[in-house]
């Protein structure tokens, strides 16, 4: 149950974006990871709940931060920017996990695995919400004019460098949190794992089972 809330929130939080507008993100699990790593880093320093609405933060912090660079390019390009920028996040963590000389990490008096459940089911709620929201808002209406044809609806008035880097941004948030969840159920933590580029692949496979552009479609999928 535990993991099937985890890929529902994932899967709908990647739609925001790349089913919306079409910009296939092969790097969903960047914003996994670095949720993941804040919450382990500041583990019984921080009270539970704000480090993982922190974790959203600096998830949706991170994609304001490269979205705009990484969104000016489209296509086959994109998908491979934002698998290398992913690759790029993963490294970079270990080489300085590596330098400070930790390789791992173990987590203890993590909470019992009823509030975990209760954490991702609360992800999975907020994620067909944000989408069920953006597929009949005006701004979804906006991403799928980018989808159909990005010149014609910048030329109609579409703001569609604002449009993709706010569904870049909304995107990012919730699997933020879910990577700080889903690290209290592990309690060991490894980079190379909460950075697995199978799980951005997993919930492309998810969406694309799924079919639909609004939240039934990639439920059905999970």
């Known amino acids: 149950g535990l993991t099937l809330l985890m890929w529902l929130a994932l899967t ?47 998830a949706a912090a991170f994609a304001a931060l490269v979205g705009l660079p990484v969104l000016r390019v489209r296509g086959p390009y994109f998908v491979i920017l934002t698998f290398g920028l992913s690759e790029l996040v993963k ?6 996990e590596s330098a400070s000389g930790t390789a791992s990490r173990i987590l203890f008096g993590t909470p019992d695995i009823a509030v975990v459940y209760f954490a991702m089911f609360a992800l999975a709620l907020v994620s067909v919400a944000l989408l069920t ?68 692949v997993t919930v492309i496979a998810m969406a694309l089972l799924g079919g639909g552009d609004n939240a039934r479609g990639p439920m059905l999928g999970v």
């Open 91 to 96: 490294f970079s963590i270990m080489a300085w």
């Open 133 to 200: 929201w953006v597929s009949g808002s005006r701004f979804g209406h906006g991403l799928r004019s980018l989808r159909e044809n990005e010149e014609a609806a910048e030329t109609l008035g579409v703001p569609v460098v604002r449009y993709k880097l706010l569904a870049f941004v909304l995107g990012a948030a919730i699997p933020g949190m879910v990577g700080g969840v889903m690290a209290l159920r592990s309690t060991y933590f490894v980079v190379g794992q909460v950075f697995d580029p199978m799980v951005s």
């Open 12 to 58: 709908l939080s990647w739609c925001v974006l790349s089913k919306m507008t079409g910009y296939v993100s092969l790097g969903h699990v960047v914003f996994y990871g670095l949720g993941a790593t804040l919450v382990v880093m500041s583990w019984q320093k921080l009270p539970l709940a704000l480090a993982i609405l922190l974790s959203g933060g600096l």
